[in-house]
């Protein structure tokens, strides 16, 4: 009798449900393939754009950073050199204030003197004596100015003597001009005369050393000294037809004479328009007996090394030395590089200093 099969019991032959390794990969291969979901590409993407932009903006904030800080940089250092300028500018303005304060104390010092040597007297009234003599006065000097640059100016007082002779006679070997301080007195006779005109037509300056060389008659009183001065004014140009602008003080401006006097007639001879000079090297040959030609040649080349040199030789009958020391003088001056000039109101006055009021 046949037996109906079992449903539940397990066949003996399992084969027909056994997969190969080919029908494996035949199965997978065609098995369809799922993708990444569509809204979690969205994100991922904008989370990356998002990142993209921050990145960016990073970037150019980095840069913009830097480049502020160079500016900065940069600005602090013009800002640096700027206040190093001005604190410089400022210590020379410093200089400056204390050099012009310091000018304006000379200033008025030099006022107070004026003040206390005025020409007008305390209540005003002008001294009579500036209505003495109204021809003496020389006009404003328009020619050539000399205010230094190694220039000597060789000066004779005290002549015309015998010795002007020789004197011109070197002068003109040597193609130089000098100044004679001539003395009236020494002057009246027609040899002195017509020294006076021989220094005059060689070009040389014919100045003025007053009329008598009397320190206690020139120095007596400003009255005296415009006497003294006028007298030798006038006579200078009667004989050589020349007016002179140039003086010396007997003695040089500042000596034991003049000390009552030498303001007042500094600021009246200065308002005539004449100029005095006095000097700053010296042949040292005002002496009772004549000094050897060497020594009185070594005194005068002392001023070798200053700009503007004026000498003081004496021009008097007992003075044959100075004019023996003559040629070693121009030529010592003239191998240290001197020019030679005439003294006259555009060179640059040489005086002495005057000692402080007490």
């Given amino acids: ?20 390794p080919d029908e494996l990969e035949q199965a997978l291969s065609a098995a369809p393939v799922r993708g990444v979901p569509k809204p979690l590409f969205i994100a991922v993407a904008a989370l990356a754009a998002v990142l993209g932009i921050l990145l960016a903006w990073l970037a150019v904030c980095t840069w913009g950073s830097a480049q502020q800080e160079s500016e900065l940089q940069s600005r602090l250092a013009r800002q640096e050199s700027a206040a190093l300028q001005l604190s410089e500018e400022l210590e020379q303005a410093k200089t400056a204030l204390a050099e012009a304060q310091d000018e304006l104390v000379q200033a008025q010092d030099t006022i107070d003197l004026l003040a206390e040597y005025s020409v ?6 002008v001294p009579e004596y500036t209505s003495l003599y109204p021809d003496l006065y020389v006009p404003e000097w328009t020619g050539e100015t000399v205010d230094g640059g190694k220039v000597c100016c060789l000066t004779f007082d005290d002549g015309p003597s015998a010795n002007t002779d020789r004197v011109l006679e070197i002068l ?29 037509a060689a070009g040389h300056t014919l100045a003025m050393h007053s009329w008598s060389h009397d320190y206690k008659k020139v120095y007596a009183s400003v009255e005296s000294f415009l006497e003294e001065f006028n007298s030798l004014y006038n006579w200078i140009y009667e004989v050589t037809g020349v007016y002179p602008s140039v003086y010396r003080f007997p003695g040089g401006s500042i000596n034991g004479y003049d ?38 040649a070594a005194d005068c080349l002392k001023g070798v090394g200053r700009d503007l040199v004026v000498v003081l030789c004496h021009d008097s009958a007992a003075r044959g030395t100075t004019v023996d020391a003559l040629p070693a003088v121009i030529e010592g001056y003239q191998n240290a590089g001197y020019t030679f000039s005439a003294l006259h109101p555009g060179v640059t006055p040489v005086t002495f200093g005057y000692p402080a009021p007490k």
Avoid: C, L
Wanted: no cysteine; hydrophobic share 40%; aromatic share 10%.
């Fill in 1 to 20: 009798m046949d037996q109906e099969p079992d449903n539940n019991t397990i066949p003996d032959s399992p084969e027909e449900f056994r997969i190969t």
């Fill in 120 to 125: 007008a007297a305390p209540g005003g009234t």
């Fill in 172 to 200: 003109d070997r040597y193609g130089i001009k000098a100044t004679f301080f001539v003395v009236g007195s020494a002057a009246t006779g027609a040899a002195g005369q017509q020294r006076m005109k021989n220094i005059v």
């Fill in 259 to 296: 000390r009552g006097v030498y303001q007042e007639v500094i600021a009246e001879m200065t308002r005539r328009g004449f100029v005095y000079f006095d000097w700053n090297a010296s042949a040292q040959d005002a002496t009772a007996h004549p000094r050897p030609a060497w020594d009185i």
